[in-house]
């Protein structure tokens, strides 16, 4: 069970990724990133509330309360980061970095729940990390201006990390649609604030139809990935949940490659297999 809603959310995360670039070419990352969380907050409580799960929100604890809070802060920085990476610089190139939150969260986890830590764990993690070196460095655009779509991307995959440790502790006796849907009145709330602070917000009615269409699709796509990841993670494995859910990065590359016409290079290719080989070994190992 745990793996399949993992390798759903995978998909679903992947779908995500280019529908939000469609949706961001005239609009500031800020506002973008505000919409799709409305979209995913009413998402998630429709699906709260036909399941039955908002029933359990009294017997929540306060530490419970806590750990979902933080992982919703979490989530909304995350997001704000790598909205504006990929406004910033090309999908491609952004997806592989901020999947290195991938090395963290695993390292985090095989800490804070003793999931162990083999030495083919170990050479999964190197594996991915060579492929994203390989997928994001090149010898061009190498000024500092040109470069701060990877500061983005770095911070984006550092929250991601630690998004999933807490809510896996935040989840240990919660319904995971409820603890989803708990997340996204947090995130939705940092997001409209820093979107109407920001200085550059694009102003709604200036907003064309076709960009609100692809806003609320990436937000959907983010609603079904999300339900699909915390349930996923209830019922799996931490460190395998989260390796198989960044399989979403070949998702990401081969959509970019299509639809977006971005161009990866040979060595990028290599990188990107380099970093599924990584995953997959992660996962069965």
Not at 187 to 212: F, S
Not at 243 to 252: E, G, H, P, Q, R
Request: one cysteine or more; hydrophobic letters at 55%.
């Amino acid at each position: 069970m745990g793996v399949t809603l993992a390798v759903c959310s995978a998909v679903f995360a992947g779908i995500t990724s280019i529908l939000a670039k469609c949706g961001i070419r005239k609009t500031d990352s800020n506002t973008a990133t505000a919409i799709r969380t409305f979209v995913v907050y009413f998402a998630a409580w429709a699906i709260a509330a036909f399941t039955g799960a908002v029933n359990g929100i009294g017997a929540l604890t306060a530490a419970e309360w806590c750990f979902i809070a933080g992982s919703g802060l979490a989530t909304a920085v995350s997001w704000l980061c790598y909205y504006r990476a990929i406004a910033l610089g090309d999908v491609s190139r952004v997806a592989p970095v901020d999947k290195m939150g991938t090395v963290i969260a695993i390292i985090a986890c095989a800490v804070v729940f003793r999931e162990g830590f083999s030495v083919w764990r170990g050479v999964g993690l190197v594996l991915i990390t060579s492929g994203t070196l390989l997928m994001v460095v090149t010898g061009k655009n190498t000024d500092a201006a040109s470069k701060k779509w990877l500061i983005y991307a770095i911070l984006s995959a550092v929250f991601a990390a630690a998004v999933s440790v807490l809510a896996k502790l935040g989840m240990q006796n919660v319904e995971s649609n409820l603890a989803t849907a708990l997340r996204t009145c947090v995130v939705l709330v940092a997001a409209t604030v820093i979107a109407a602070c920001g200085k550059n917000r694009t102003p709604l009615r200036e907003i064309g139809g076709k960009e609100y269409l692809f806003l609320v699709l990436s937000g959907l796509a983010t609603a079904a990935s999300w339900l699909c990841y915390f349930a996923a993670l209830k019922f799996g494995v931490a460190s395998t949940v989260i390796a198989i859910d960044k399989l979403s990065i070949l998702v990401t590359v081969v959509f970019s490659a299509i639809f977006l016409h971005e161009k990866t290079s040979v060595r990028g290719w290599i990188g990107l297999a380099l970093l599924v080989a990584g995953t997959l070994m992660l996962v069965f190992f």
